[in-house]
C-alpha cells in the first residue's frame, strides 16, 4: 500500500485508539487502559517505521468517483480498463523521459516493460486500485526508477492541475511529447466519463474534481503532438552511445543539428565497425523524425531523433561538401 495511504490509515487508527483509551481510563484495574496503550505504541510504531524507512518500490492507489462508480463497490469495467490504461502509458513515457532522450510519440517506448505496475489490492471504503512494482528477491535501498517515475507522475498532473495559462504552457515545454500526450488521454477519459479521481503515491497525491479536470481537458484540447520524418543531407561528426545523441553538420555553411539517436540505430553504430567507417565523418543521408509540441497552434517544444542513416551517394558536378 502507498506510503500515504497507510500513514492516512494510521493516523485514523489513532485518532480512534486515543479515544478509546480515554474512555477506559475510569476503568477500575486498568487492564482496558493497558490494552488500547499497546494498541497505541503498535501504532505509533508503525507511523514511525513507514516515516524513517519509506518504501522503494513504486506504489500508488487511484481511487476514483464520479458517474462510472456505483456506491463504494462498483465501477463500469470499460472506464476502469480505460483510465488504469491511460495511466499505465503516463507512468511508462515519465520512466522513459529520465534520461532527457528524446522519447518517440508513438510507438514501442525504451525499457517499456520495466515501466508495469501491477493491481495488488483495492481500496477499502472506496473504489479504487492499488498499484504497484513486482517486488524483488532484495529490498531496494533506493528509490527504483519506476517508482521515480510515478511520484513524478503524481507531481506534474498536481502542478498542470493548479497551474496558471502560462504556468501551464511552461510545463509542456519542459515535458517530452510522448508524456504530454498520455496525460491528455488520461485526462479526456476522465472527463469523457464524468468521473473524478485521487491519485496516492508514497510521496505525491493528488485530487482532481471534475472541475479540475474539465479545466484540464479544455486546456489539452488545444494541445496537438505531431510527427515529421524529414530525410537531411549532411556529414555525420559522431553518434555518442553513451548519451545516446547525434551531430550532423549541414551543407552550404548552414551549422550544424544535434539530437537523440534510436537504441536500434546506436547498437548497429557501436558493434558494426564497417557501418561505422562508411558514416564516420562522411557524407550520410539522414532520417530525423521531428516531434513537435504546440498549443493553440503555436510551436511550444521540439525534439529530433536520428531514426536511420546511409552513405550519401553525391553528384561530383555539385561539390556541396
Not at 494498541?39 to 506504489?59: D, F, G, V, Y
Not at 513486482?134 to 506534474?156: G, H, W, Y
Not at 515535458?175 to 485526462?187: E, N
Not at 476522465?190 to 482532481?208: F, S
Amino acid at each position: 500500500m502507498p506510503d500515504l495511504l497507510s500513514l492516512e490509515s494510521l493516523e485514523n487508527d489513532r485518532k480512534f485508539v486515543e479515544h478509546q483509551r480515554e474512555k477506559a481510563s475510569k476503568d477500575r484495574w486498568g487492564t482496558t487502559k493497558m490494552m488500547w496503550d499497546q494498541r497505541l505504541s503498535e501504532i505509533n510504531e508503525r507511523i514511525e517505521q513507514i516515516k524513517t524507512k519509506p518504501a522503494s518500490r513504486a506504489s500508488v492507489a487511484l481511487i476514483f468517483d464520479g458517474l462510472p462508480v456505483i456506491g463504494q463497490g462498483d465501477i463500469r469495467l470499460d472506464f476502469s480498463t480505460e483510465a488504469l490504461a491511460s495511466y499505465q502509458r503516463i507512468v511508462s513515457a515519465a520512466m522513459a523521459s529520465q534520461n532527457a532522450e528524446a522519447v518517440a510519440a508513438k510507438g514501442k517506448l525504451k525499457g517499456e516493460q520495466k515501466s508495469k505496475l501491477y493491481i495488488r489490492d483495492i481500496v477499502r471504503g472506496s473504489m479504487g486500485f492499488i498499484l504497484e512494482e513486482l517486488t524483488a528477491p532484495q529490498t531496494d535501498m533506493f528509490n527504483t526508477p519506476l517508482k521515480i517515475a510515478v511520484e513524478q507522475s503524481t507531481q506534474l498532473i498536481s502542478n498542470l492541475s493548479v497551474a496558471s495559462n502560462d504556468q501551464f504552457s511552461a510545463t509542456l515545454e519542459a515535458t517530452s511529447p510522448r508524456l504530454v500526450g498520455a496525460l491528455q488521454k488520461f485526462t479526456k477519459v476522465l472527463r469523457d466519463a464524468g468521473a473524478t479521481t485521487k491519485i496516492v503515491g508514497d510521496e505525491h497525491r493528488v485530487a482532481l474534481g471534475i472541475e479540475d479536470i474539465s479545466r484540464l481537458s479544455e486546456r489539452f484540447s488545444d494541445v496537438e503532438v505531431t510527427e515529421e520524418e524529414v530525410f537531411i543531407d549532411g556529414v555525420l561528426l559522431g553518434i555518442l552511445p553513451d548519451s545516446h545523441e547525434f551531430e550532423l553538420q549541414l551543407p552550404d555553411n548552414q551549422g550544424t543539428i544535434k539530437g537523440a539517436v534510436t537504441d536500434d540505430l546506436t547498437s548497429k553504430y557501436v558493434t558494426d565497425q564497417q557501418f561505422k567507417e562508411r558514416l564516420l565523418l562522411k557524407p550520410v543521408k539522414a532520417m530525423i523524425k521531428y516531434t513537435r509540441t504546440f498549443r493553440k497552434e503555436t510551436l511550444i517544444k521540439q525534439q529530433l531523433s536520428l531514426e536511420n542513416l546511409e552513405p550519401l551517394v553525391e553528384n561530383p558536378l555539385l561539390g556541396r561538401f
